[in-house]
């Protein structure tokens, strides 16, 4: 699927340097190792089988600790092995996300269950990173350690006379120098999930505190049933009373609290990187991600990033949502009421942004090759499609390609769009895609399809590419007008 367009906004939608309307799937490519090469050996096998499988998008997570392991040194070998994902990802026709992933700020020397900056990078005000006892991200609530560095890096505490945000900023320069002119660049995601630091415990409390007065006094919580779960330890019936349309009740109590992180602390540090990439090129689109409270459906308050005062044309949404049972055993009882709950706030959020979006992350199944929660999967791909939003799962394994994951994961979709979408997705019983889009003049769609099919179109089309796999790419060309085409998929 090669198709290399330099990518480019226009309201809610990416678009080409034809005009045409782009969705990008895909997964998340993480490097939360230490070390002087990309974790993944992704060559010209994989990209074969990526393209097959019809995805077009790879976040890419890297983390400021392989590339910048001592201050002011950048690590030639690691980045080499990120150019050569560069070289492979434009060959194939495959964008580049350049993340920079933090999970609690950084390593800690593999204590504690973190990712991300450098030990030169961390002002831990003397406190020891700890084991996690349940979860990795409780440090996020308890961590001493990980609250010091956040609270170092947002209020740009200074390393050797140098503030921390100017450290990042030259690293994001850094790499807009080296990437920025790559044809397969999709753009940049300047911090994934950043936390506020020590906020973040007290915001976490009352958080806790607003759900239990939600369950004590709502309606929307069957407390009998709770009750019963409780005493019968019966988990998914606990899970189960936790409805979706309690989310916005329970959080809105947290709303003012990130509010005022966002525009102090956040949005501040987002124009800074905007800034400083954006002296060096005005390739890449900039992603707005969310904090990591905002992934259980807190409002984000950021604004549109700025630029010199200016509303950067180039930016979009990466919203993350799992549900509140990720990174536990209790994971097969996820809800996909609840995390479509969460996701219909980050919709708002779009829509308050005027900015195209694209899930982030989504999934989190610790074990790709486990099919039972495909259903819950399966559920949010077809709400994804119903906002004209692409998605990158999270995340890749080293043998994804092969692996059960991809029966839910390879799916039919529009790549290239000449009009306005009106509406895309499947049937019900999977057995049909079809896809209503207007044009205001003649032009190529381009479709991928997961299986052989029959067309059904006001237009013509006919198979462009096909795939080792059985799938195929499709040219479809129509006139001005509402133009559609159904596809029925032979068993």
């Not at 990042?168 to 044809?183: D, I, T």
Request: charged content about 25%; overall charge negative; hydrophobic content about 35%.
């Amino acid at each position: 699927m090669v198709i290399i367009n330099r990518i480019s906004t226009q309201g809610l939608d990416f678009t080409d340097e034809k005009g045409r309307i782009r969705i990008f799937n895909g997964m998340n490519i993480d490097d939360k190792l230490i070390g002087d090469t990309f974790r993944y050996n992704l060559d010209e096998e994989f990209f074969k089988k990526y393209t097959a499988n019809g995805f077009n998008l790879i976040r890419l997570a890297v983390q400021w600790a392989n590339i910048e392991p001592e201050k002011g040194r950048y690590s030639e070998s690691y980045l080499a092995s990120i150019d050569e994902i560069f070289r492979l990802a434009e060959k194939y026709g495959v964008y580049i996300l350049l993340d920079m992933h933090q999970d609690l700020f950084s390593g800690f020397d593999g204590v504690g269950g973190g990712d991300g900056a450098p030990g030169w990078a961390c002002l831990t005000d003397g406190y020891k990173a700890k084991p996690y006892k349940f979860v990795w991200a409780e440090a996020y609530v308890f961590g001493k350690w990980v609250h010091s560095c956040f609270d170092h890096f947002w209020q740009n505490d200074p390393v050797d006379g140098k503030g921390l945000q100017e450290h990042y900023a030259e690293l994001w320069k850094m790499l807009a120098m080296r990437y920025g002119n790559s044809p397969a660049l999709f753009g940049y995601d300047l911090m994934n999930e950043p936390a506020p630091g020590s906020a973040g415990k007290k915001m976490f409390l009352r958080l806790v505190l607003s759900g239990a007065r939600q369950v004590i006094t709502s309606k929307k919580f069957k407390r009998a049933d709770i009750i019963s779960a409780l005493i019968k330890k019966d988990h998914k019936k606990l899970l189960d009373s936790i409805p979706g349309c309690a989310i916005r009740d329970v959080m809105d109590k947290i709303d003012k609290y990130e509010k005022e992180f966002d525009l102090k602390y956040y949005s501040p540090f987002l124009n800074k990187m905007a800034a400083a990439i954006r002296e060096i090129t005005a390739n890449g689109i900039l992603m707005i991600e969310q904090p990591y409270l905002c992934n259980g459906g807190v409002r984000l308050s950021v604004p549109p990033i700025t630029v010199n005062g200016k509303k950067e044309p180039l930016q979009c949404f990466g919203p993350h949502a799992y549900d509140m049972t990720v990174d536990t055993p209790l994971y097969k009882y996820a809800s996909a009421d609840r995390v479509k709950a969460f996701f219909n706030e980050m919709r708002n959020s779009q829509l308050r942004l005027e900015v195209p979006a694209v899930v982030g992350e989504w999934g989190g199944c610790s074990n790709n090759k486990d099919t039972s929660w495909f259903p819950h999967a399966d559920e949010l791909l077809d709400y994804f499609d119903g906002n004209c939003w692409g998605q990158l799962y999270w995340d890749y394994h080293g043998d994804d390609m092969d692996a059960p994951l991809m029966q839910m994961l390879v799916r039919s979709y529009p790549v290239a769009v000449a009009g306005k979408i009106i509406r895309y997705g499947r049937s019900e019983d999977k057995k049909t895609f079809s896809l209503e889009y207007e044009s205001e003049t003649e032009g190529e769609t381009l479709i991928y399809t997961h299986r052989p099919f029959e067309a059904e179109t006001n237009g013509k089309a006919e198979v462009k590419r096909k795939f080792f796999n059985g799938a195929s790419l499709i040219s479809l060309t129509a006139s001005a007008g509402v133009n559609y085409i159904k596809l029925t998929f032979n068993d």
